[in-house]
């Protein structure tokens, strides 16, 4: 299973390359975004929009393989860094590492 993640994924340019990653792939998608700028997915997810939580990630969809974690990057970055296998240990995702990083957070105005 390849697993991808997208840093600010629901702002303009992370939600399309989520939406042409969720079209042109069976991989899962792993979203990051604190929604400051972006709009959450259940306002741009094409298909039929379910959600189930899993402690504080959402998972969305009913193939199950949007995952979205509504908050700071940094904050996720810093878990990661505490402890390498964060997501795998709290959230049950089985994976070694992700396979690509699409980076589009920013602090804006900032």
């Not at 504080?56 to 860094?81: A, C, K, P, Q, T």
């Amino acid at each position: 299973m390849k697993i991808h993640l997208v840093s600010g994924g629901c702002g303009f340019v992370g939600r399309n390359v989520v939406k042409r990653l969720l079209k042109t792939t069976e991989d899962t998608i792993f979203v990051v975004d604190d929604l400051s700028i972006g709009r959450h997915p259940k306002e741009w997810f094409e298909g039929e929009f379910t959600s189930k939580m899993n402690k504080d990630l959402e998972v969305i969809g009913s193939e199950e393989r949007l995952l979205f974690w509504n908050g700071d990057f940094r904050n996720l970055l810093f878990y990661m860094r505490q402890d390498p296998e964060y997501i795998q240990h709290t959230y049950g995702i089985d994976f070694e590492k992700f396979n690509d990083v699409f980076h589009f957070a920013a602090i804006v105005g900032g």
